[in-house]
């Protein structure tokens, strides 16, 4: 539904995009770096490379770290589309009022949902992903109720450094930025410098793991590892309306993470697979957790603890990062009255410029989620493909509204824009997420029950059943007057 009349451009600070009847509450406190900062720990190459390495490379051998390639290459596309509509709508919250400018109040909603609960599944992965190292560091034996256990409690730290503020915000980010560079490089360049086993031909050999068939849809099924790394990039623009000048900033943010992200992901996988011993163990499941072990292996205890500690602030920082895109996306629907218990989850805190409820909502139910856990004896896995599922689906839901409104007549006049390109981009952009959707989703074990074969597509199922249910009996998408739809140029004298 089209709004009154189209937005000016935007350029210049958050909010001139035009948010309505809104002006913004929080204050301009995040520097360009610290932008930066922010989605490249939420990207977190040690966060997304040492949870799946073993799992990626039991499933399809050294040549799994190509996958780094093909999403990286995807989701750079993504990303330049995503940086065109930042540049032109710098408002808080992200997907949601991207959405609902190109397309109008009913996709937004929809869109917002999935993401919303994708990013709040997304923070249980990190902080459950986190349990094992915690374990090690703190040295007792890690069980499914001790990651439990530790999973909440990450989550709860990062909240309290939330609700700290926008500086606390950007100083987590940074410090998260230096363990990840650490994490990323100087044990990279350690193990290969003295636990090194293998030369680069490896990452041409797929050591039988296709068995007598082809190997493509085994590197398919191990390729969530390169899925699971690049996303984060749009965290920067959950931000717009805490970074002066965002249509210059965030665009060159959100490059700048798929690159020094992509690079030191790469990097990270390619130093521990040129550094594992036996291959064969851990494709046959001898060596289930083949990055601990390898520490242990290289570094010695008092070393692999000290590695373990940095891997734990990586972790945090990425948890911290995904629960303030959590809570601005939250805030930013409860501003447009779009959700029950908007006048609650609008609340903002002056003293911090916070959103105080819609964090607090951002740190409850993904510790409810990781309570559930519980039930399912491989609930990272569920949890991590399921998070990939949803954000991948709101990416592509923006994607969509993007093209849509490009053939409509929608012409980016924001600082960054993709000129004649845009069109090309949009569609490479679009048909790449719908690639990596239906691999995400793709049935790989028949010999599971069904229900355990599809869980990922039913629980995506439910989410958008549950919203389509929410929206047609509540109709709160229709309930607030911010601008929506008003990226389409209207014909002459239409209202």
Request: proline fraction near 4%; charged fraction near 10%.
């Amino acid at each position: 539904m089209a709004g009154a009349a189209a937005a000016p451009a935007s350029g210049g600070d958050a909010g001139s995009g035009g948010h309505g009847e809104h002006g913004t509450e929080f204050r301009k406190e995040m520097g360009p770096w610290a932008n930066f900062a922010l989605g490249f720990t939420y990207l977190s190459p040690v966060v997304s490379t040492y949870t799946l390495f073993g799992s990626a490379l039991a499933e399809g051998g050294p040549p799994m770290i190509w996958a780094f390639l093909l999403a990286g290459c995807g989701q750079f596309l993504v990303s330049l589309v995503f940086g065109e509509i930042v540049a032109q709508y710098p408002i808080a919250g992200g997907v949601y009022p991207w959405a609902r400018r190109l397309w109008g109040m009913r996709y937004a909603w929809m869109t917002g949902w999935v993401y919303m609960w994708a990013l709040l599944v997304t923070i249980t992965s990190v902080a459950y992903g986190a349990g094992p190292y915690v374990a090690i560091l703190f040295g007792f034996d890690a069980s499914v109720h001790t990651t439990v256990i530790c999973t909440v409690i990450l989550i709860v730290v990062a909240a309290l450094i939330n609700y700290a503020g926008t500086r606390a915000l950007s100083w987590a980010a940074l410090i998260g930025f230096g363990a990840e560079l650490v994490g990323a490089l100087i044990v990279g360049v350690y193990l290969l410098s003295t636990h090194r086993m293998h030369g680069l031909g490896v990452i041409f050999d797929t050591y039988d793991t296709q068995g007598s068939g082809s190997y493509a849809p085994v590197f398919l099924a191990a390729a969530i590892i390169g899925f699971y790394q690049y996303y984060g990039f749009e965290a920067c623009g959950d931000t717009a309306e805490e970074v002066a000048h965002p249509g210059r900033v965030i665009p060159k943010a959100m490059r700048r993470t798929i690159y020094v992200g992509g690079a030191a992901a790469t990097f990270t996988c390619g130093s521990l697979l040129l550094s594992v011993t036996d291959y064969g163990a851990v494709i046959s499941g001898e060596n289930s957790d083949p990055v601990v072990n390898l520490l242990f292996d290289a570094l010695g205890t008092v070393g692999a603890r000290l590695v373990m500690a940095v891997v734990l602030i990586s972790f945090l920082s990425c948890t911290i990062s995904l629960q303030a895109a959590a809570g601005r996306l939250i805030y930013s629907y409860a501003r447009d009255r779009m959700v029950v218990g908007h006048r609650l989850l609008r609340r903002f805190s002056h003293k911090r410029a916070v959103p105080e409820v819609a964090l607090l909502v951002a740190a409850v139910i993904p510790g409810l989620i990781a309570f559930g856990s519980l039930i399912s004896a491989d609930a990272l896995t569920k949890i991590v493909s399921f998070a990939i599922l949803g954000i991948y689906g709101a990416f592509q839901m923006v994607v969509l509204a993007a093209l849509r409104a490009r053939v409509k007549g929608w012409r980016a006049t924001g600082e960054f824009t993709l000129g004649r390109w845009g069109l090309l981009v949009n569609s490479a952009a679009l048909a790449y997420g719908i690639f990596a959707i239906v691999n995400i989703c793709w049935a790989r074990t028949p010999e599971e029950p069904w229900y355990s074969n599809y869980i990922v597509l039913l629980c995506g199922g439910i989410v958008v059943g549950t919203g389509l249910l929410y929206m047609f009996t509540t109709h709160h998408y229709g309930r607030g007057d911010a601008p929506s739809g008003d990226a389409i140029p209207q014909p002459h004298g239409a209202r």
